[in-house]
């Protein structure tokens, strides 16, 4: 079930419903048995009992995998096309070539690129031993993609390298899954490209997402991978008499993976205000360096329009305006985005999920799962702290007031020294980092944001400052580790308190006693509007207690 976050709570009379849902998964197949040279001695023996391993036999291995291919294709009219090295439009291609009808099942289309990949090679040292090592520098070899379609699981594609032990590698699209899981059991939905829209059942949509996960979610991707691994592509290098006869079995491992939470609006109008509010409010505290705007052709509709309903409505493209909200840390992303009408899409994306410390074996993936949604419940958690920050009275004054952590007495937290700033700006642009931060971390970022006035900033003042932050309790270190975490309270109090500083007193008091001359511009921003209303206001409030002339 998915679990509740404190951005989805606040804005949920603005929403029609939610969903979670896995948009990309990426395993890995290997044979354990060819990753080390005795096992793969010891796998051609029982493949070729009478025959010696050779360099020469093990390239005419590899050919004949092509030959094959080219020969099936050629028999079965299935386009085999060759890429460049680096060609990124393999998707497009197999999108474009994609089958119309709709019960197809199996390949439909095979890319030949090439690509670095582990090769083993087999020599006689001087002595006449045999000695089979892998090559240092992995040699670019053909890699064969079978896009293929699927009942259950739709369009996946398996990319199989032509050199033995064939490692492979198996994408599938969860909400391709989830569309046809939805077709079987009868319910309502409306996708639009890789997004449920509105007309559609969340509710079920989100307890059939749920199959996926757990030891059910597990067997099926273990079925949909030994439905086409071996029968459709493994078979152009070994026959099926000679896997079973050399018990070549692949183990999986998650390699990548896109976990996603998709906030249905009742308004697309809503959904740009706030939206762009959240932008607005969060991009500077949060040290986003760019954001990627891209313009559609009309404008999200303030109403619902009365529509027929149907089983499915899947539309080519977005013709909406497309603003990416995107953070990086190491080889995690997380990225905010609006999609369609009235979809806003918060996406985690795993490069490596090594990242996760969660295990990578196959039997792992409903762990990582589980930790994928925690990230995205704590990345909007922080989110909404920064977007909604507030400051108790009392706190204004406590915060400069000396702290004891034991017998050592701490200095207060004051945002008017500049040191305390800037680490107050890194500690919130660190916050949404899924596995908290070190002190050195917080260093780099205090260097990288404020430049040559803190360039000896070092790990060392940074623990101290982080002393001091925690004994206001705004930070909070991480059990059993050298690791800090940000406090959603404390979230709130140093960005409204950067906020009053930064954008409040500093404008407005700028402007007090130099009122701009000449003739106002024609188009003011609503923010400027406030602002000279205080400036006006100020101005007076100081003539009045004999501060200003």
């Not at 059991?185 to 996926?212: H, M, Q, V, W």
């Not at 607005?280 to 027929?308: E, Q």
């Not at 404020?450 to 900033?457: I, L, S, T």
């Not at 800090?484 to 404008?507: D, F, M, N, S």
Request: net charge positive; glycine share 6%.
């Amino acid at each position: 079930m998915a679990a509740p976050d404190d951005f989805s709570n606040y804005i949920s009379e603005l929403l029609e419903g939610s969903y979670d849902c896995v948009d990309r998964i990426a395993l890995r197949a290997y044979f354990r048995l060819g990753q080390t040279s005795g096992g793969f001695l010891t796998w051609w023996n029982r493949l070729f009992p009478d025959r010696t391993p050779s360099q020469e036999y093990l390239r005419r291995m590899a050919g004949d995998f092509a030959r094959r291919i080219k020969a099936f294709s050629e028999k079965h009219e299935i386009p085999l096309q060759y890429c460049e090295i680096g060609d990124k439009n393999k998707f497009a291609r197999a999108e474009k070539a994609r089958p119309k009808e709709a019960n197809f099942q199996g390949i439909f289309l095979i890319l030949v690129a090439r690509a670095p990949a582990p090769v083993w090679q087999i020599k006689n040292s001087r002595h006449g031993k045999l000695l089979i090592r892998r090559a240092k520098n992995w040699p670019l070899v053909n890699h064969y993609h079978f896009h293929i379609m699927d009942k259950e699981w739709g369009h996946i594609s398996i990319r199989m390298s032509g050199h033995p032990p064939f490692g492979a590698q198996i994408l599938l699209n969860g909400h391709e899954w989830l569309e046809r899981q939805a077709r079987k059991a009868t319910i309502c939905y409306s996708k639009e490209g890789n997004c449920f829209i509105g007309n559609s059942d969340l509710p079920a949509l989100n307890r059939l997402a749920a199959g996926l996960e757990g030891s059910s979610g597990l067997v099926r991707l273990a079925r949909v991978c030994d439905r086409w691994i071996y029968s459709a592509c493994l078979c152009f290098g070994l026959t099926l008499a000679e896997q079973e006869r050399s018990e070549f079995r692949y183990a999986y491992s998650s390699y990548q993976l896109e976990y996603s939470r998709n906030l249905l609006f009742k308004s697309g109008r809503k959904l740009d205000q706030v939206y762009q509010g959240l932008i607005d409010r969060t991009r500077n505290l949060l040290d986003v360096p760019r954001l990627k705007t891209i313009f559609g052709r009309k404008h999200r509709p303030h109403k619902i329009g009365l529509k027929a309903e149907r089983l499915e409505k899947i539309l080519d493209r977005s013709v909406h305006n497309l603003t990416v909200f995107k953070l990086h840390f190491g080889r995690l992303t997380l990225k905010m985005y609006d999609k369609g009408e009235r979809v806003l899409r918060i996406e985690l994306i795993v490069n490596n999920t090594a990242e996760l410390r969660c295990g990578k074996g196959i039997e792992k993936l409903p762990g990582i799962l589980e930790r994928s949604q925690q990230m995205i419940v704590a990345f909007l958690g922080i989110v909404q702290a920064a977007h909604l920050s507030f400051l108790p009275a009392e706190q204004l004054d406590s915060l400069p007031m000396p702290t004891y952590r034991g017998q050592q007495r701490l200095a207060g937290v004051d945002i008017q020294k500049p040191r305390l700033r800037a680490v107050a700006q890194a500690v919130i642009a660190l916050a949404p980092q899924p596995e908290g931060f070190t002190a050195e971390q917080l260093a780099v970022r205090v260097r990288t944001q404020q430049g040559r006035p803190m360039a000896k900033y070092n790990a060392r003042k940074a623990a101290y400052d982080l002393r001091k932050l925690r004994g206001k309790t705004l930070v909070q270190r991480i059990a059993n580790s050298r690791r800090y975490r940000v406090r959603r309270p404390g979230i709130r109090t140093l960005a409204a308190l950067l906020i009053l500083r930064e954008q409040v007193l500093k404008p407005v008091l700028a402007g007090v006693c130099r009122p701009k001359r000449g003739r106002p511009p024609k188009n003011i921003h609503p923010l400027d509007l406030h602002y000279q209303t205080l400036q006006r206001q100020m101005l007076a409030t100081l003539q009045h207690l004999k501060l200003a002339a």
